[in-house]
């Protein structure tokens, strides 16, 4: 069964920490995506990567980097957490680019 | 810029109603997803289509290129088919998926 976890379903930090959000795939799948999830706005694309040490911003980066040292694990970092980032955080991978995405469950995180 | 907008955005319904939930596109694109979330769970992929119709199970997706126009319908709907359903198409560069903002799904029994 294909699968991608995440490090964290739920996570609380505090304003100015570092914080890393960790995803694996066992797919063997080159493109890798991390979203955000917040309600009315629907999933918004943070950063993603077509291949090992290769990365591109998406529409929201600020606030974040992400670094993908091995094909399955792609790392999401807040460099210094605040509120404003309190939202579902969403992993995915998929062969085509933009064919089927297989999505991770989620961290719920929350920055008091 | 692709919009990708869905109708309606909340959706109750009786067990065993027909189901349809809309979703329409800016620019013109290769292929269209729809994917479901359950409460507390994670997103999964329901079809891909790039013309025409798909079914799995209760589930058919119906796409028309020209109209730039997706619908999902769920044919006698379960207590289980309530979820957010999410459609996605790629963004006016073909270089990301754009999601709506989903719509959210409650089949009473």
């Known amino acids: 069964d294909v699968k991608v976890t995440q490090s964290s379903r739920y996570l609380v930090k505090r304003t100015g920490e570092k914080v890393f959000l960790e995803c694996v795939q066992d797919?063997?799948?080159?493109?890798m995506f991390w979203y955000r999830q917040d309600p009315g706005l629907g999933l918004r694309l943070i950063y993603f990567s077509y291949d090992v040490k290769m990365k591109e911003k998406g529409d929201i980066p600020e606030g974040y980097s992400v670094s993908r040292e091995k094909k399955e694990r792609f790392s999401l970092i807040l460099e210094s957490a605040s509120t404003n980032q309190t939202s579902m955080y969403l992993c995915?991978?998929?062969?085509?680019?933009?064919?089927?995405?297989?999505f991770g469950p989620g961290t719920r995180l929350t920055v008091l | 810029k692709n919009e990708v907008e869905q109708s309606p955005q909340n959706l109750t319904a009786q067990e065993g109603e027909f189901i349809t939930i809309n979703c329409s596109y800016s620019?013109?694109?290769?292929?269209l997803h729809w994917l479901q979330q359950h409460p507390g769970g994670g997103i999964v992929s329901l079809f891909m289509?790039?013309?025409g119709k798909k079914k799995h199970g209760r589930l058919i997706a119906t796409i028309n290129i020209q109209e730039k126009h997706s619908s999902l319908h769920i044919t006698a709907s379960h207590p289980r088919d309530s979820a957010v359903y999410i459609c996605?198409?790629?963004?006016?560069?073909?270089?990301?998926?754009?999601f709506g903002a989903g719509t959210i799904l409650r089949v009473k029994s």
């Open positions: 797919m063997d799948h080159e493109n």
């Open positions: 289509l790039s013309s």
């Open positions: 620019v013109g694109i290769s292929a």
């Open positions: 996605a198409a790629p963004g006016e560069y073909g270089n990301k998926l754009v």
């Open positions: 995915a991978s998929s062969t085509d680019f933009l064919g089927e995405q297989f």
